[in-house]
């Protein structure tokens, strides 16, 4: 960790972040290391033991505030975003959906009495909670979702499908996206509703250690108290996105410096030709250009964290982030691996692990293209893709 530190960028932490970090740091050296290959192996995860064990830490909706939720900064839930990932990107993304998409739904978008009835026990991990946006045939286009729902008297019906939803096989409530004759719409769909289905989806060469799920709506009758009366449009469900995409930011960093730590410790005790393969030119080519983009990363992360702190981060300088960090992220992790030789494809060490989850990561929460596209507005005012 203090040689891949190349900018001594650690100081620019105060100690409240810092202690965050460690804490988070030692919970997933104690909780997840251990386990998390064979998580990943057998395509499980004891994500609701996991949750209460994330809640009681508070990590949970942690830059939220009341309703149980901690009220920490957007650097503190950055880092603990970076150590979860570090540990494993599908780690991450269980804490991620539950509190920058489900919770934030809820918090930024629900009723005093939504909040009141989810929030509290989200932030604890008694309740999972998952947010249904993609759709079998709407993925990076969701203003074409297909998913419906209408009044019917005071009540809401709900039909159609949602697609890749992590958390949804676990769930107790689902932050359901759906299109009305007003435009789109958020509601508070508990998972026991009759009509709503969920159902595993396996054979993820991916994020194995997270679970994933298509959710089946078949006129599925909602109270009319189940809309998310502040969600207007489609705006609702991109702000949340670009908290999750925040998250990622920092998350990425952290898969990145667990690989760069792990071939840094094997680079120097393995040996070839009479020496370690730390000790060849190219080798040190490799993790030099590697520690700089590393670097680079955690500054990024750490200037955006510190913008959305004052309350100056742009859905745009996120898109940023996320381009660059997860794109480095995964040439990191794919570099690392070549320094491994054979190790670098079992499942003793992280690194393929690392590089099979951020393929996901590059695709979710918005693909590369669409982020390149959305820089690429920025840049030039037009839009090519809305
Ligand atoms: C493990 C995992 C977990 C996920 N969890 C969730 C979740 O919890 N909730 C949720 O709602 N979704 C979730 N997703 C879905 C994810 O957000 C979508 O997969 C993503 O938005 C891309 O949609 P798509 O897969 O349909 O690809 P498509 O939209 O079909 O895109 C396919 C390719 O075409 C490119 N493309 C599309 N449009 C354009 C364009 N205009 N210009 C240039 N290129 C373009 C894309 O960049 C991509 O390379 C998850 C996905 C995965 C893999």
Wanted: aromatic share 6%; hydrophobic share 40%; net charge negative.
């Amino acid at each position: 960790m203090t040689a891949l530190d190349l900018l001594d960028l650690d100081p620019s932490l105060t100690e409240e972040e810092r202690q965050i970090r460690d804490v988070v740091r030692r919970l997933v050296d104690d909780r997840v290391r251990p386990y998390v290959a064979d998580w990943y192996e057998e395509g499980r995860v004891p994500a609701r033991e996991l949750a209460r064990e994330f809640g009681k830490l508070g990590l949970l909706g942690m830059h939220l505030d009341g309703y149980g939720c901690a009220g920490a900064s957007a650097v503190a839930y950055g880092l603990a975003c970076q150590e979860l990932e570090a540990a494993d990107s599908g780690v991450r993304s269980l804490v991620s959906v539950q509190g920058s998409l489900a919770m934030y739904a809820i918090w930024r978008y629900g009723s005093e009495e939504q909040k009141r009835r989810w929030l509290p026990s989200m932030a604890t991990g008694e309740s999972i909670g998952c947010f249904g946006l993609t759709e079998p045939d709407h993925g990076s286009d969701p203003a074409s979702m297909a998913t419906r729902a209408r009044r019917d008297g005071d009540d809401w019906v709900l039909t159609g499908g949602k697609m890749w939803i992590t958390n949804a096989p676990i769930a107790d409530v689902a932050v359901i996206w759906a299109r009305t004759d007003d435009g789109v719409r958020g509601f508070a769909v508990p998972m026991d509703t009759p009509g709503v289905t969920a159902r595993e989806i396996r054979r993820k060469m991916s994020l194995r250690a997270s679970l994933t799920g298509e959710i089946v709506l078949d006129d599925v009758r909602l109270p009319a108290d189940a809309q998310l009366p502040e969600a207007i449009g489609l705006k609702a469900p991109l702000s949340c996105l670009t908290e999750a995409r925040h998250g990622i930011v920092w998350g990425a960093v952290g898969a990145a410096r667990d690989c760069l730590e792990t071939t840094l410790a094997y680079a120097t005790t393995r040996t070839q030709f009479g020496r370690p393969l730390a000790g060849f030119q190219l080798t040190q080519a490799k993790l030099a250009d590697m520690a700089v983009e590393l670097v680079k990363a955690q500054l990024l992360a750490l200037h955006l964290g510190r913008l959305a702190d004052a309350g100056r981060l742009r859905p745009d300088q996120v898109s940023v982030g996320k381009l660059n960090n997860v794109r480095e992220a995964l040439a990191i992790a794919r570099q690392c691996r070549t320094i491994l030789g054979a190790n670098g494809v079992s499942g003793e060490y992280p690194v393929l692990r690392h590089a099979n989850n951020l393929e996901s990561v590059l695709t979710y929460e918005g693909t590369s293209e669409i982020h390149q596209l959305i820089v690429g507005q920025r840049l030039t005012g037009l839009s090519a893709f809305a």
